[in-house]
Structures are given as structure tokens and as C-alpha cells.
């Protein structure tokens, strides 16, 4: 009597199938990307603010000085009222204390800023 060796393959089927559903299930969870924001409508584009802290404690808006912070709470506020992007782009001078940095921070959130990105200096 001869006898032949046959592999048993639906155990391997099994796993295949069982590997097969895992990653279809973990490859859409997986996927991670930046998200953006794309410009709404073709109006006029307004360009950025930048608001700068002086080493000597004034704050420029687009070049334009406020040494009051209430005056620039006020301006700030103008300024964002018919904005439709509420992005605004901070630095400050390397001596200035962080306190004074937050302060001002804090007061662009409070004008009702959403997006708050800080300017590296360059070494």
C-alpha cells in the first residue's frame, strides 16, 4: 500500500483569512495626516499678522506700535471682527521675559483668536 503526503493547507487558509480581516480592519485607523485648511471663496486675501515684542516692551502689530496693551486689545479686536482666518503669527525679541510673552498670549486669545503660532529666532 502506497501512501501519499499531502500537505494539510486549511489550517494556513485559516490563518490567511484571520490576517486577511486584521489588517483590512487596522489600515483606515491607521492612516494619519496633517490637517488643513483650504482659503473658502475667492475673495481678497488678507495677509498675515505678525505681532512683535520689542526688547524695550512695546508691541508691533504689522508695524504698527501699541505701547498700551489696552490700545491693542482694541486693535486686535478691529482687526478680527471681519477676519475669516483667526490665525495671528507671534515673536519676540530674546530678552524679553516669558511672563510678558504669555501676557500678550493670553490677551490675543482673549480677543477671540483661534490659532496662535509662535516665530522661532533665527540662532
Known amino acids: 500500500m502506497v501512501t501519499k503526503a499531502n500537505p494539510n ?25 496633517v490637517d488643513i485648511k483650504l482659503p473658502a471663496g475667492d475673495g481678497p486675501r488678507e495677509g498675515p499678522i505678525v505681532l512683535t515684542i520689542e526688547k524695550n516692551g ?7 506700535q501699541f505701547t498700551d496693551l489696552e490700545l491693542l486689545e ?3 479686536t478691529d482687526l478680527y471682527r471681519t477676519r475669516i ?14 511672563k510678558n510673552v ?13 490659532n496662535v503660532c509662535l516665530i522661532p529666532q533665527k540662532k
Do not use: W
Open 9 to 33: 493547507v486549511v489550517p494556513l487558509c485559516d490563518i490567511l483569512l484571520v490576517l486577511l480581516i486584521i489588517f483590512m480592519v487596522i489600515t483606515p485607523m491607521v492612516q494619519a495626516g
Open 58 to 64: 512695546f508691541v508691533t502689530v504689522n508695524k504698527e
Open 74 to 76: 482694541k486693535r486686535l
Open 85 to 98: 482666518d483667526s490665525t495671528i503669527f507671534v515673536q519676540s525679541h530674546k530678552h524679553v521675559l516669558y
Open 102 to 114: 504669555v501676557k500678550v498670549i493670553d490677551l490675543v486669545k482673549g480677543v477671540g483668536v483661534d
